[in-house]
């Protein structure tokens, strides 16, 4: 087995959920392997607004392109977009005057050159703080902007048992749920190892040819799909079982090891 193609998860996999930084040892494994001319791509939950407000380390690494929003927007190394599936009108149709009318939860709205709440979000507010950022926190809008502004994923902060609740008023969306107080609602059909699947044929590649290492929910579909499958010691017992290998905490340089034991540096 060749692998061409490594795919990376960001919160609990690259970046430490409790130091907020990339380990020393993963920085290295990804300049290794890049030398070796295996492809690096970040798969992740997060909008394109938020990769700059993230470690430097991240930020500012030379990636082959990016996975974002669970695989409903993909671009190359330049930012240049080859994918992209945004939220239906026909969803909207039925979940803006739901939310208007009916919600009692901030919920946050993700376009690509932005984002915005329509209520003023704590949980927000709280995690821009941790970041020393909070003066960066999205405005507060109408949702029904989304009917002229391509939304790609809208984010309830909910608990898991109100994710068929919410989905119930969002027709043809899917939950990518990765944190226990809020889901990434997704177009269905979409999905990171959707977006993997659109960067493998953007880029020339083949489904036995790539690996991917995540920790969270929203990672189980990918590490499925992927040739190998890397659950960091930090995620659930769902991401395990979903696993061909399980490597060490995020911290404790689950990258680096993963990488030395299947000979990809």
């Known amino acids: 087995m060749t692998i061409r193609a490594a795919f990376f998860d960001i919160d609990g996999t690259l970046v430490s959920m409790k130091t907020r930084e990339m380990p020393a040892s993963c920085r290295k494994a990804l300049y290794a392997m890049k030398e070796k001319g295996i492809r690096l791509f970040i798969s992740t939950g997060r909008p394109p607004v938020q990769i700059p407000l993230l470690t430097k380390d991240l930020s500012s690494f030379p990636w082959d392109g990016m996975i974002l929003m669970n695989g409903q927007y993909c671009v190359d190394e330049n930012g240049v977009p080859f ?25 946050q709205f993700y376009e690509i050159g932005g984002s915005y709440d329509i209520a003023f979000n704590p949980g927000m507010y709280q995690y821009l703080s941790s970041l020393g950022k909070e003066d960066e926190m999205p405005p507060v809008e109408d949702p029904v902007r989304a009917f002229e502004h391509e939304t790609y994923q809208i984010c309830p902060y909910i608990e898991e048992s109100r994710d068929a609740e919410f989905l119930l008023h969002a027709p043809g969306m899917e939950s990518a749920r990765w ?10 059909g ?26 969270g929910g929203n990672d189980i579909s990918m590490i499925r799909a992927a040739a190998i499958g890397v659950a960091m010691g930090n995620a659930d017992d769902r991401v395990k079982a ?8 995020c911290e404790n340089d689950g990258i680096y090891q993963a990488c030395v034991h299947f000979g990809l540096i």
């Open 83 to 107: 994918h992209k599936l945004p939220v239906k009108k026909e969803t909207l149709d039925v979940l803006i005057p739901w939310l208007k009318k009916e919600a009692d939860f901030p919920c």
């Open 179 to 188: 944190a226990p107080h809020f889901a990434d609602m997704i177009p269905a």
């Open 190 to 215: 979409g999905g990171k190892a959707e977006g993997i699947r659109r960067t493998l044929e953007h880029f020339g590649l083949q489904d036995d040819e790539f690996i991917a290492f995540g920790d």
């Open 242 to 249: 979903s696993a061909d290998y399980v490597t060490a905490e």
